[in-house]
């Protein structure tokens, strides 16, 4: 099993975005200090956003901390997860989860995997992440779990190549998150700021579920709560994000 | 289900207040502060205090995240949650929690609604909230929990018709605090402080007390206790307060 | 019951302490920023020292947030707990605690009394607070639990008069630390310096304890371990302290 | 039992290092100011790095709290735990762990002592400390428990004499950690940077697993997991590293 394998394929580099939209580039380097502040993102952790205008390109941070991303740090992929720019080499391994994520679900433009730390619990349990309040209605009745040993069975966990990048896809479905055995969680939306709000709300919701099993039987959302979640949009749901942005920048 | 019906009735703006007392507006604003600054109130929770003088109104902020509320930021709304003031659009759409308990209970001064952190286990368990020292004996036998579901059950789990906080109101009847199913809680004071009080006091019970259910069985308050300290008043509570927002203010 | 019964009785001031030695004013103002730094007190503890040359008189600040101590605010009482200056006020209502057990136990030259938040889930549990690790040996076979219903069942559970100060100092008997029911705890010991190292040991053994006891049947230290720390001493203890005050310091 | 019973053995210092390698002297440093920062070593650990070129001595700061450790504090010892300079005596009393462990495995370059919070559960349970990620394969099939009493039962848990530290070596045996009942930690590996990697990544890998435990059984790495991660070298591991050392350095 070789780290790269599959991922060095032709890419049609015609179409290639030179840079990212301002706005666009602004949220994806934000994303990585929030997710960093908010400690729901550790050293290892990747954000990308999928170009708006090609679709067939995604922007991501060069391999680094995410803590210490700058404007200057993105790059773009396309969906074989060859970089734009010819001998950019510092780029994620891992990578090729955002290329076949994007190829098999059109409606995705933003991904971010991470080692989720209250979520690790889950990904070895038999117990699913369930909502607890209403802000979590997108884990659905419960999100499912990756096991890589599907797909192979002698490696590091880690996702290497197309063929476990493609039974992670598949573990994902139409989910917004799919838990990984023994590795994290990868979360799937239609915005940078999606993304974000999601990661850390789960997080919260996995601690909480958490001290309530301490208690006896838990209450989760029930399925009317979840599917009225599914044809509505949060309130406000920006309010957060420049509040954690604040807190972010400053530290 | 709409997201303001019933809150656009009709107003008497003719005894509304211009300003509120400059000592009750500082408490309001530091109130928003050291709730954030304690992490017991995130971007989307709201405390107000009913005008002293004319007890048919109530003050809030503007709709937006309790660490950045300043004293500009308050205004006055009707029991009908009508704001005051002619064209004031940027309001809590949940703020119908506050004029539907404000009317139910003429004693109350002062209202928090959050999504406390350590309460969310408790709204989704049958294990009830109960006081594990002498400063949370307002816990009385056990925090209420609100199910919405007692009154509709299609919705977003929000307090967001007048209807949903009727039963709001009366789920939390006498009490001083009400835990809200998937959601979060409610509490109904005397005053800014002693709700801010409280919030913190019922956040660290909280933590005891599942702590403690890990150690076997838990001993709470008794019903003398609990009695008593209906009776008494703390003591110096306002030691608490300046140290609070000391720390909130620096922060 | 009243707050003050019985603390108000004559006093000799004849030999009565001017000012403490400044080697333990400075320890008892550092005390109090460390337990404040450390999060194990808050805005209501306290901490004294018996005076070394004048036994029958103890230090404490004034009642106050122990955040905020600094010199001037340390204050002289005998042990009937009347303050040394005349019309002297500020006082916490608690500290019948210290002079009771300066009473009852002539080896202890400081006393802390706080509302531990790791050790309130063991003042209302059957489990004993027992050590994990040798530097909390002085835990011994467990910790004992006060339950102020020993001594009258129709209060606040605060240790308001001397009867009850009587019952908590027979409660810690020969120990070195007493849990109240539904209140807090209560260190004895050697020196300010000594207190604050167990209160801290304290902290932390209770929390690995409740963790242990989620992994099952918990291992604590033996009978043997337990008797060979109090025929010896700990080593380099201010090695801690210095740590902890450098820290407190600057905050 | 002798606090240094064993270690005053003979030393040739004909051979013995004058000052390490610079590269090697700051990674020391900050190991000590990383472990500190990240809260997982209290004022009582100690770190060290067997010499490279004279593999007969290590590297170890003089007995000090870790967070405060610059370069001129970092002395070196024969095996026999001897300081190289002739009338050191600023030395930690547990030093005779790191010379017997590097007696005892050759392959060892660098020794953390530690009282791990999240470990200590561990130390005192039959459950053993399992990988829940494949970032902890390290800790295999559970990692192995030292009781003292199996050498001796009547001191302070401490590792004070060669006797003891024989028998903890023993107890490490091949492996990269060893839990001490009632006392902590000892790591054992390649490098500063591997050993500090692998106890941040134990104290995260201790909290999760005790979580997992409340939601029902845990799933932990597989053998063939466990046996791929032994083959292979972490994927850029300085990446944490580098991190970890700008927090710790700004703090």
Known sequence: MSADAGIKSSSTSAEAPGAPDPALLEDIVTANRILSDQGIIDAYGH???????????YWISRSMAPALVTGTDII???????????????????????GEIYKARPDVMAILHNHAPSLIPFCNSDTRLRPMVGSAAFLGEGAPVFDIRSV???????????????????????????LLRGHGAVFAGDSIRQVVRRAVIAESNARQQMQAA??????????????????????????????WKQRAMRG
């Not at 954000?47 to 390109?57: F, N, T």
């Not at 063929?163 to 573990?171: N, V």
């Not at 979640?229 to 920006?238: E, F, L, Q, T, Y």
Request: overall charge negative; some cysteine.
């Open 152 to 178: 192979d069975d002698e490696g590091d966990l880690n996702i290497c190549n197309v063929a476990q990048a493609r039974g992670l896809a598949q573990a994902l479905g139409p989910h917004c998150l799919v």
């Open 76 to 98: 773009a992929c396309d969906l074989d997860n060859n970089p734009v720019r010819t001998g950019e080499t510092r780029l994620f391994f891992e990578r090729v989860i955002h």
């Open 47 to 57: 954000i990308s956003a999928r170009d708006p205008l090609r679709p067939g390109h």
């Open 214 to 243: 301490m208690l006896g039987p838990v209450h989760f959302l029930t399925a009317s709560e979840i599917a009225f979640a599914k044809r509505s949009k949060p309130k406000d749901p920006d309010r957060a994000w420049q509040l």
